[in-house]
């Protein structure tokens, strides 16, 4: 299995990204997808994930009304759609697969992850 993130950068404050994640070697439909980010010095954070039929979204307070997550599940991709940015997002962020809930928060329910794209918002 292999989960490949892409689309990190540097980014103003107030501005957009879009992070995609290219999944391989598992059967895409059949797990939820989510965001975690990890932060200099802390700890790994739920970002947001998305149902197996992309129907349903689970998102962390931090982010709401400014993050969105798509998928598509004929191009085994994940999307985060990442708007009015703050410094305090500046991490790195990978994307996971579990096979249970979307609502799961916690990464070590997660069962596969990607190896990480830094994203910088400057103030």
């Known amino acids: 299995v292999q989960l490949q993130a892409s689309g990190g950068g540097l980014v103003q404050a107030g501005g957009s990204l879009r992070l995609s994640c290219a999944a391989s070697g598992l059967t895409f439909s059949t797990y939820a997808m989510g965001w975690f980010r990890q932060a200099p010095g802390k700890g790994r954070e739920f970002v947001i994930a998305?149902?197996?039929?992309?129907?349903?979204?689970n998102y962390a307070d931090s982010v709401k009304g400014r993050f969105t997550i798509s998928r598509d599940n004929a191009k085994n991709t994940v999307y985060l759609q990442m708007n009015s940015l703050k410094p305090e997002d500046t991490a790195v962020y990978y994307c996971?697969?579990?096979?249970?809930?979307?609502?799961?928060?916690?990464?070590?329910?997660?069962?596969?992850w990607g190896q990480g794209t830094l994203v910088t918002v400057s103030s």
């Open positions: 996971a697969a579990t096979s249970g809930s979307y609502l799961v928060t916690a990464s070590t329910r997660y069962d596969y």
């Open positions: 998305r149902s197996r039929r992309g129907d349903s979204t």
